[in-house]
């Protein structure tokens, strides 16, 4: 009789109380340090938004704005970010993690920007913006980072404001953005 043996990867998980259980597959990679910056998150729910309401899933934005606990206003700033040119745009969804400290832009400083109709005018702002906050190199709108902005010699303003003042504004959303699975007019109801 031949033995027969099964060779796969395995790795341990850890769970409450040290207990640790075997699961099939190599081990995940660990977390990547730092968080994204507040804007490109708020970029990212705003295109998120868009498609929801061009789909019909969402009604208009003031029901997101319902859906989501916040106010209509607050729906209006983060929305206006899509009048961002493109490639400023692309920029701040590409901005360099944060690992420690304020985030490099915040919400307030880009709404004047997005104001702009001339995408011009917006990237002349946007690069006042960058030599404001002491980024080292400036790279180009729609290149990647090529150099990580000096973020220690940025001063912020009073933090608490009205347009910092983010913290709990994502979590109404969680169920309603969730990417990995489609979103049916059903499961918006019992938002």
Known sequence: MNPLSIECDVHF????????????????????????????????????????????????????????????ARISQ????????????????????VERGGDPVVLHELLPIAGAADWTKQRRLWRRLGEALGWRERHAPGDRPRASPDYSSVRRRAVGSSADSLGTEFRPWRRLLGAHRPLSPRATSSL
């Open 13 to 72: 998980t850890k769970h409450g109380r040290g207990r640790k259980e075997l699961e099939a597959g190599a081990e995940p990679l660990a977390p990547t340090p730092g968080r994204v910056p507040r804007v490109a998150r708020l970029l990212a729910l705003a295109d998120r938004l868009e498609r929801l309401v061009r789909t019909g899933v969402v009604k208009d934005y003031a029901e997101a704005a319902r859906l989501g606990h916040v106010t209509r």
């Open 78 to 97: 983060i929305m206006s970010l899509l009048y961002l040119a493109p490639d400023i745009q692309e920029t701040i969804l590409f901005l360099p993690r």
